[in-house]
């Protein structure tokens, strides 16, 4: 199959000026064979997270604020699991296991059948194309129909009575961006459609059903990680892959126990991605057995007490945050984390690194070439010169913390 080119607008797009309620299937059916090979399962993935608004009178009406948190997860975890499985490559052996989680979906949604189909269509489109139930031609067909009646429903929904037809433009202005959004994921190869927002526009109806549902959510600090996941495809900007990936993995067990026990488990997961961004391996050598400097300081610090006091109070410092990145990393390891010893580490990463950021500045021109001549071995000087990766670390550790009994 082909990219799309310019002309999709012109297939999608019939009658004019007023456009239907459904878009023209013959142009859709001719849309649907322009996609670029592999593209087809991220497209309908897009297409079920633009609808996460439709999700939002579901979860707060008539429910419990835990009922409505459950079925937030369930959906969180469907989409997840089956971007991890398309970045997989389509693992055939998880396609019951993505099954069962739709059926969870479901089964948390609670509604009647006839609204449930309505709801879910982006989604259950989605999942007939993990089941190879139907051609893609029709499962796109039922991705975007849906995604365009819901947003022109949603308009209806607020129309002026005051302004008689006032609400027609506004559907008209819903249909075309439902359209020029799905030629921008048809024109864009399947690398490019990772980092494509969302919407070549945001519809302000979803936007404010966007901002009440995060209200909903965001009462516990168990859902920031899903916030942040979800505006991150919204503008272009996604969590990173492997995050996702691991995500997706979390025992069935941890899923089960609820909200809270999966935002702990994803924090540890966080945290072990910020120590992996540590050098750590290329720092204990040279430290451990002879200190910074070795045996043999460099000469040209400062001759004078007061200049190799300078020097040691930086092995301190550096000794300090990598003791501490230790300890963090024993804890993540463990099935029963210590949250004292956790929160003494992430103390312990605080003040060395504080005291390695006032060292450097006291030196000017600080190179990594410069620190190892006078000592200071590669993962030290790395600290020294680029001290994010830490900062990084601790920003995770503290999200960790909070979860930990």
């Not at 966007?210 to 503008?235: C, H, M, P, T, V």
């Not at 504080?354 to 450097?360: F, L, P």
Request: aromatic share 8%; proline share 5%.
């Amino acid at each position: 199959m082909e990219g799309s080119g310019p002309l999709v607008k012109e297939l999608i797009l019939s009658r004019q000026p007023g456009l239907p309620k459904r878009l023209d299937q013959n142009r859709l059916k001719a849309a649907s064979t322009m996609v670029f090979v592999g593209s087809e399962t991220l497209i309908l993935i897009r297409f079920a997270l633009r609808n996460l608004p439709a999700f939002v009178g579901p979860m707060s009406d008539g429910r419990s604020r835990e009922d409505g948190h459950k079925l937030a997860l369930s959906i969180f975890r469907y989409w997840i699991s089956v971007i991890a499985w398309e970045m997989s490559g389509k693992d055939s052996a998880r396609v019951k296991a993505l099954r069962d989680m739709y059926e969870r979906v479901l089964e948390n949604l609670n509604l009647p059948q006839p609204e449930t189909a309505f709801r879910m269509s982006a989604s259950r489109a989605l999942a007939r194309h993990v089941a190879d139930d139907g051609d893609w031609e029709s499962q796109l067909s039922e991705a975007v129909n849906r995604t365009n009646s819901y947003a022109r429903g949603s308009t209806k929904a607020n129309e002026d009575p005051d302004v008689g037809v006032g609400s027609s433009n506004e559907a008209r202005r819903i249909t075309r961006l439902v359209s020029d959004t799905l030629e921008q994921d048809l024109d864009k190869l399947r690398h490019e459609l990772r980092t494509a927002p969302l919407w070549v526009q945001l519809p302000d109806e979803f936007a404010s059903r966007l901002a009440k549902l995060w209200s909903l959510l965001s009462d516990d600090s168990s859902f920031r990680f899903w916030i942040d996941w979800y505006n991150g495809f919204l503008e272009g900007k996604p969590v990173d892959w492997d995050l996702q990936r691991q995500v997706a993995q979390i025992d069935d067990e941890i899923w089960d126990t609820g909200p809270k026990a999966v935002a702990r488990e994803i924090a540890r997961l966080q945290t072990e991605i910020a120590l992996g961004e540590l050098p750590r391996a290329m720092v204990r050598t040279s430290i451990d057995r002879h200190g910074i400097g070795g045996n043999h300081p460099p000469d040209d610090i400062e001759d004078s007490p007061e200049g190799f006091q300078d020097i040691s109070m930086l092995e301190t410092s550096i000794t300090l945050v990598w003791n501490a990145a230790d300890g963090i990393e024993e804890e993540t390891a463990s099935d029963t984390p210590n949250r004292d010893r956790v929160a003494a580490c992430l103390q312990a990463l605080e003040t060395g690194l504080a005291a390695v950021a006032k060292w450097c500045g006291r030196k000017a021109d600080l190179t990594v070439d410069t620190l190892i001549k006078w000592g200071i071995p590669a993962g030290g000087a790395y600290l020294v010169t680029q001290p994010e990766k830490v900062e990084a670390l601790i920003r995770a550790v503290e999200r960790w913390l909070k979860f930990l009994p």
